[in-house]
């Protein structure tokens, strides 16, 4: 997956740390900071204590400039990229707008260097989110939960970049993804499962609307924690089955009257459905769930509706 330029990165390089109090940064978090911008994301993580440093600022700079009131003003309700100019004047009338773009956009930064370092090295997403003493997941991973949680019209760019990264951080601590990370560093997988629950459940929340813009949030972090079996088992226990399924039976629907799932979002909801299906031989839970929900009829609608080869493909599987 490759998130979205946000509609403000033209302002990125406008920002200036000194003038924003509200984030209440320390200098040695600026100078943090500005090295992470001076340098290649790969440098700036070449050691887990370095990586760790660096996230736990960029967690602050999500954290102070989210806060709790809400959307931003301006940019949150930005579509389209902005020109360079006109990106560098919202950064003045919607600072904190801009800064948590720049914040979502470099988490996503450090999520995809992490995932492409040696598999099972000394950096990695679990070496550098979880704690070298307890091995519990970091505390100021928090933010990325409220984002998700903006009322109003949200932020789809934050929200969207944010469950991805939360995603990411989350499976590095389950049981069956250990094999990427150091085997020395002994992870406490207990404080994995109440967040990891509390994001699969605001994706549940976004797949009970039929909205294609509701899809677009969650299909992306829906198709990277299927890869992980407890998030596998987790998604099913609360009714993610059901919900595939719905979407999948409007998405037959939609095919003959324009409306309802892209072509990429059915290919998205069939792959996610096609990866529950290897929990079927140890789950009697999931395998009543297929059965009760409907789910081999609606793949065989959506085949007949004649999508695009891929979701015939996919579904066919």
């Not at 809400?70 to 020109?83: I, N, T």
């Not at 150091?182 to 699969?200: C, D, F, G, T, W």
């Not at 929340?205 to 992306?220: H, I």
């Amino acid at each position: 997956m490759s998130l979205p330029s946000s509609p403000v990165t033209g302002a990125f390089t406008g920002i200036q740390w000194d003038p924003m109090q509200k984030l209440r940064l320390t200098q040695p978090e600026k100078l943090l900071l500005r090295s992470g911008e001076a340098n290649p994301i790969d440098y700036t993580l070449n050691n887990a204590e370095e990586s760790t440093a660096y996230v736990k600022v960029v967690l602050k700079v999500l954290a102070e400039a989210s806060g709790a009131s809400g959307p931003s003003s301006k940019v949150s309700h930005l579509k389209g990229m902005l020109p360079d100019d006109e990106a560098l004047q919202i950064l003045y009338t919607d600072p904190m707008g801009v800064v948590t773009h720049y914040a979502i956009t470099k988490l996503y930064d450090i999520i995809v260097c992490l995932k492409e370092k040696k598999m099972g090295g000394d950096v990695s997403i679990g070496a550098t989110f979880y704690n070298e003493d307890d091995g519990n997941l970091l505390d100021e991973w928090r933010p990325l939960l409220r984002v998700l949680h903006l009322g109003g019209s949200g932020d789809a760019f934050a929200q969207r970049g944010a469950a991805y990264c939360l995603a990411h951080i989350l499976m590095a601590g389950c049981p069956s993804q250990r094999f990427a990370t150091n085997r020395s560093l002994k992870i406490n997988h207990a404080s994995v499962m109440e967040p990891l629950q509390a994001l699969i459940s605001w994706i549940t929340s976004q797949l009970q609307s039929s909205a294609s813009s509701s899809l677009s949030l969650v299909t992306p972090t829906l198709t990277a924690l299927m890869i992980c079996p407890e998030a596998r088992s987790m998604f099913a226990n609360s009714g993610g089955i059901g919900y595939l399924s719905r979407h999948l039976r409007n998405g037959t629907k939609g095919s003959k009257t324009g409306s309802g799932a892209t072509v990429q979002q059915l290919y998205e909801l069939c792959f996610c459905l096609w990866t529950l299906t290897y929990e079927c031989n140890s789950s009697a839970m999931i395998r009543t769930a297929f059965v009760r929900d409907n789910a081999v009829h609606a793949l065989v609608d959506l085949v007949s509706s004649a999508p695009r080869e891929k979701v015939v493909r996919v579904a066919l599987s």
